[in-house]
């Protein structure tokens, strides 16, 4: 069973959401909290697989709620799901360097949102279609210097980055390579401690800003 918090400053989202999510099979909504100070002292108690926050919420929005949930130097982070209205790439950015393992705009609709609750349970990460595109797109534009890998990633580490910078899950991703779950975890796993990076959208970030994918580069030319 998934547990999930819902956060949300309007009732009527936060009762749409929860009646959404709870239609679902395998899904709980544990909590509901209607600014980001509640979301996170609700989210530290009840400690849910998934908190789903609003971006503009009273006391604290959510960046900031994300930060203390799933931020940098955060001892046991929680996987944050960002939703809004406001389809801006000030609050993407924020919403993802913040910590968060999904970003949607409330207009995806139910199968995207469940979906993304699943893919943050499990690790993943999972952003609304329109928004990647925008978001990878700028990324893969040159751009300054990026950081390079402490150690040369290997060849299967390169697929794998390929991949997960598509949008892929892990699932996926092993499905595509015939390779276990828990393979493609550690893969994933390598190239995140080499890059020095937090989570898998930096990932797919990174590997659009060095040209592994998104453009004419080959990999190899970046080891």
Do not use: C
């Not at 940098?72 to 919403?95: K, Q």
């Not at 276990?180 to 995140?192: C, D, F, N, Q």
């Amino acid at each position: 069973m998934i547990r999930v918090l819902v956060a949300d400053d309007q009732e009527p989202v936060r009762t749409g959401l929860r009646l959404l999510l709870e239609a679902q099979p395998g899904i709980a909504v544990v909590g509901e909290a209607a600014d980001g100070a509640a979301a996170v002292r609700l989210a530290r108690r009840l400690r849910p697989d998934v908190a789903l926050l609003d971006i503009r919420m009273p006391l604290l929005d959510g960046v900031e709620a994300t930060s203390l949930l799933a931020g940098e130097g955060v001892a046991d982070p929680i996987a944050v799901v960002v939703i809004t209205t406001f389809d801006l790439d000030e609050y993407v950015h924020g919403a993802l360097r913040a910590g968060a393992k999904g970003f949607l705009l409330k207009e995806a609709g139910p199968h995207l949102i469940t979906e993304a609750v699943r893919a943050a349970a499990n690790g993943d990460a999972l952003i609304s279609p329109q928004v990647t595109a925008r978001l990878l797109g700028e990324f893969s534009r040159p751009v300054r210097r990026v950081r390079r890998p402490s150690a040369p990633l290997t060849g299967r580490e390169e697929e794998v980055l390929a991949l997960l910078a598509t949008g892929l899950t892990n699932t996926e991703i092993g499905e595509r390579l015939f390779l276990s779950l828990g393979t493609v975890k550690t893969h994933i796993a390598g190239i995140l401690a080499k890059l020095g990076l937090r989570n898998r959208v930096e990932a797919a970030m990174w590997a659009y800003e060095s040209g592994r994918v998104g453009g004419d580069a080959d990999p190899r030319d970046h080891r």
